[in-house]
């Protein structure tokens, strides 16, 4: 197991129609709560895409929330989030 450092995290609550952001020097997310729906937008773009859990648009790849592990940090090159249900939080 890898101890990544977090310096600064941002936390995004899902708000009506969602809440969208981002987080400078972000490299990863995390998510917060059980009941999370929404997508991170990746930098670069995924070749290979395991049942559908990546997506691509305009040269950059998206992964959702809901198949992420609940407070497991998973490292990444983040550009947005959406958040649509429950939370999640941007780690830099």
Known sequence: MTNY?????KEFVAAGAGTSGSLD????VMR??????????LEGVVDN???GTFAQTNNHSTIKLEYLAVGEPIPCHVRSITVTAGSA???A
């Open 5 to 9: 450092k977090i310096f600064n995290a």
């Open 25 to 28: 020097r972000a490299w990863g």
């Open 32 to 41: 917060a709560t059980a009941v999370c729906s929404g997508s991170v937008t």
């Open 49 to 51: 895409n395991v049942s």
């Open 89 to 91: 939080y941007l780690l």
